[in-house]
């Protein structure tokens, strides 16, 4: 690492402060970019989009999948 780097990992060290805490809530969207449940009171918040479970994101993978193969040979 070069030395300006290694002075500079070394002064944020020092400062041995707590991480600061930026979000206080999440909030969570679906692909589609739905909301997922309610939105938070606050105004600061953490956007979320969360594309459901592994066998949810497969299945949708493979409908694509197959719409593109099918627009594919339309157009040959």
């Not at 690492?1 to 707590?18: G, S, Y």
């Not at 809530?25 to 939105?39: E, K, T």
């Amino acid at each position: 690492m070069t030395r300006a780097l290694v002075a500079r990992i070394k002064r944020l060290e020092q400062r041995n402060k707590p991480p600061r805490r930026t979000h206080t809530s999440v909030v969570q969207f679906n692909a589609q970019g739905h909301l997922i449940g309610r939105m938070p009171k606050s105004g600061r918040y953490m956007a979320v989009t969360n594309f459901g479970t592994a066998d949810e994101w497969a299945a949708l993978l493979t409908l694509q999948q197959a719409r593109l193969i099918n627009e594919g040979t339309a157009h040959e």
